[in-house]
């Protein structure tokens, strides 16, 4: 469903004039957990400290300040580390895509801009708010959510984008939105344990928690190839009487060459 940024985000959108720059924000996984450890830390200190009051045991003391201590630099850490990923954005977006600053402020203006379609989904658990996941301009695709802050692509450089529900795991199949673009196909791919094939694409993990998926894929597939009508939308396809998974390959690399006809 179509939406506006979320408030959060919105705000911090506000606050450093660029949306790439507010999606850094966001922290990965190790970041999260740092900070998470950090509080911990300082909660255990204020309990052993009330404790040691309570029982009048000073030489606990030195476990209250232990813990403090310990938390206080976990806070430390995640604030600079936080703040390293927000000053070296542009430098994480180039590494990321190849593209230039230019090309990365052109994207920015796009993004915050008042034609580029914002998309959403109800979570699976009602009464909770809607989960912001993509936005589509005329050139740009974000997926956002990434726990590297958001995942970028021109809509130029994007092979494939598809919704699936056959993607094969331990204990049966998860779906989602999957996008191939020219930079993932040069990545080194992967091996799905389960098929013992290769594939490789960015899949938007966000997915597992929003109902109706396959309708959230379809309104965004529909939005990219209006703009982009070369994508392919489909996970299987033939080409000069090939049959091909896209995301379940022999050969990643050589099978996207003949595909892409390069």
């Not at 050139?139 to 699936?164: E, P, Q």
């Not at 990545?187 to 290769?198: E, L």
């Not at 899949?203 to 009508?229: F, H, I, N």
Request: hydrophobic share 45%; aromatic share 12%.
């Amino acid at each position: 469903m179509k939406m506006e940024l979320p408030e959060k985000l919105q705000k911090k959108v506000k606050r450093y004039g660029s949306l790439l720059k507010a999606c850094r924000t966001q922290g990965g996984k190790g970041a999260v957990l740092l900070f998470l450890l950090s509080l911990y830390f300082i909660f255990m200190g204020v309990l052993v400290g009330i404790v040691s009051f309570v029982a009048e045991e000073p030489a606990a003391w030195s476990l209250t300040a232990g813990f403090f201590g310990i938390g206080f630099v976990m806070l430390l850490l995640w604030f600079i580390l936080s703040r390293i990923s927000i000053s070296t954005y542009l430098s994480f977006f180039q590494k990321e895509t190849g593209y230039s600053v230019r090309e990365l402020e052109e994207a920015d203006r796009e993004l915050m801009g008042y034609s580029a379609v914002k998309i959403g989904a109800a979570p699976r658990n009602i009464g909770r708010k809607p989960i912001f996941l993509f936005i589509v301009t005329a050139h740009y695709f974000v997926a956002v959510g990434s726990n590297k802050g958001c995942y970028l692509r021109k809509l130029s450089d994007i092979a494939a984008a598809f919704y699936s529900c056959q993607v094969p795991q331990a204990g049966g199949y998860r779906e989602g939105l999957f996008l191939i673009s020219r930079q993932d196909i040069q990545k080194k791919p992967h091996k799905n344990r389960i098929t013992k094939k290769w594939f490789g694409g960015f899949e938007s993990g966000m997915m597992v928690l929003v109902r109706d998926c396959e309708k959230v894929c379809a309104e965004t597939l529909e939005e990219m190839r209006k703009r982009a009508p070369h994508i392919i939308p489909y996970q299987n396809i033939v080409v000069n009487g090939i049959q091909y998974n896209l995301i379940s390959m022999n050969n990643w690399q050589a099978d996207w060459a003949r595909i892409l006809g390069e």
